[in-house]
């Protein structure tokens, strides 16, 4: 019960986001409208307020960093070679299916898991990830898919690419500043934090609701095999490696690790169909993986906050 409790709100809210795309009550261009200023305001305010009222441990947990990315490494580079040898699928595939199979919606979905079932002390560990998360995967995936024609001058330009754009995204950009604010304890107006919270108040269910139009979008188109395989190791693979990392391996808190192990359960990132256009192939897959995954992901959201529940 104290699961569906956490679950029921947040999946009832990207159910009302997907009908309203679904009967056209919004449009395209109204839902596209309404992600840019969910990401753009909305977000970049609730990161914002979070990292800089966050209370930072004397002692950092960066283990946490080496358990999550470790596992979300050996799971893309597994994916690769499961997409080359078992589906034949030509370079670029391979980097994009790796990319389905470990890149998690720890944004949109992320977000309001973790508050939700861990409190607003996730919150930090969850930013931290988030802080590199498209770093790691888009700078991995770029240079696995070009492997084959890649020159070192190509990949630099690429990566600073990759560097300029996070750091002008409102996402990043919001948690640099609210990191400065609290480590250089900067004091900030109180009307402006007023304000700044009132708007961070709206993003979670605005995200999830932008979430449920998003998936309008995405439409089971076949590939069947390959879209489950990558379900599989997204929501199944992916957190039993992190959970024995982070809770085997590695003496982290259960709060940091319990708030990567949820990370590494949720569905497929919308990112991992962004990179999929950006070479304009193996997009069915991609966005047929991102469906299966969402349904999947109330399964397995639903185990691992049952068992962080019952360390409590």
Known sequence: MAILETVFPIMAIVLLGYWAARVKYLSESDCDSLSIFVFSFLIPMLLFIGTANAKIPDNMQ???????YGALLCIYFVSVLIAKYLFKLGVIEQSIFGMGASYSNATIVGIPICLY??????????FIIVSVHNLVLFTVGIFVAQRDSLSL????????????????????????????V???????????????????????????????????RYKIQGHLAPALTIVALKTLCFPLLVWLLLFQVFDISTLWAGTALLTSAMPVGISAYI???????????IATSIVLSTLASLLSLSVVIAY?????
């Open 308 to 312: 962080l529940q019952s360390l409590q």
């Open 62 to 68: 960066w283990n946490f960093l080496l358990g999550f």
């Open 182 to 216: 609290n480590l250089l304890d900067i004091p900030i107006y109180k009307p402006l934090v007023e304000a700044i919270t009132l708007l961070s108040s709206a993003a979670v269910p605005s995200a999830l609701f932008v979430l449920g139009c998003s998936l309008n």
């Open 153 to 180: 001058s190509s990949f630099l330009g690429d990566f600073f690419v990759i560097v300029r754009q996070l750091l002008s995204s409102p996402i990043t950009a919001s948690l640099i500043l609210g990191g400065m």
């Open 117 to 126: 079932a861990l409190g607003e002390e996730a919150l930090l560990p969850l």
């Open 275 to 285: 990179f999929s256009k950006k070479y304009s192939l193996y997009e069915a897959p």
